[in-house]
């Protein structure tokens, strides 16, 4: 986990710097771009869709949580916490990336940005985008169908283009917010799967000593 988060950490700062030293003026021309050029449906998409990010979310695992304990289903519960996990994960290495690198919002350093919503935490990288796409993942892991990784991936998509859509983010943000959601829940799944595997094997080392 710590040589993840250092990874993610070194990759962000390079990429900060490289976008104000030589890429700055693709970054914002690109948001310029998707900002301004769309059509009131459009932005009224945006507005729903990311409104939705928490609520899908964080409901996600709720709902699987207790459906699994009405079935009594020990798989769907442990994915439950699986992807609950996930989410706590990829929050505090998203918020701790926030306050190392302190971006402003887009629409706070450039004012012909139009921001459609307020918003008191820092820039880089996306929050909606981060949980968005570890929702995404982590459930298209657990559950590896068509029916599953299509939506789930077009919704988080879906977000990540509206906060452009909405002044909120550069795009440099969105791309780090996908990386740090989709790494997140696959370092969960990785210790996840250790952490049941050691469980399971004291299990039966301990079954093995009482016969």
């Keep these: 986990m710590r040589k993840f988060t250092t990874i993610i950490l070194l990759w962000s700062t390079f990429s900060i710097f490289s976008t104000n030293v030589t890429a700055q003026n693709a970054d914002i021309e690109l948001l310029r771009s998707i900002n301004k050029n769309s059509s009131t449906g459009l932005r009224n998409y ?16 709720l709902v699987m949580g207790v459906v699994a304990l009405i079935e009594k289903n020990d798989d769907l519960l442990k994915n439950a916490l699986y992807v609950g996990v996930s989410l706590g994960v990829d929050g505090v290495i998203t ?51 068509w029916y599953v990784i299509a939506p789930s991936y077009f919704w988080a998509c879906s977000v990540g283009y509206s906060r452009m ?6 795009p440099s943000d969105v791309l780090a917010g996908a990386i740090v959601g989709s790494g997140s829940a696959y370092v969960t799944y990785l210790v996840n799967n250790w952490f049941w595997k050691k469980n399971q094997n004291k299990k039966l080392i301990g079954l093995q000593a009482y016969l």
């Design 95 to 145: 918020y701790s990336m926030k306050e190392l690198i302190k971006r402003p919002r887009p629409y706070v350093t450039y004012p012909d940005i139009t921001g459609y919503q307020t918003e008191t935490s820092l820039s880089f990288p996306s929050g909606h985008t981060s949980l968005a796409f570890a929702t995404a993942t982590s459930l298209s892991i657990k559950y590896p169908k």
């Design 165 to 170: 859509n909405l002044g909120m983010h550069y």
């Design 46 to 61: 945006s507005l729903f869709i990311s409104n939705t990010t928490t609520v899908v979310a964080v409901s996600t695992p």
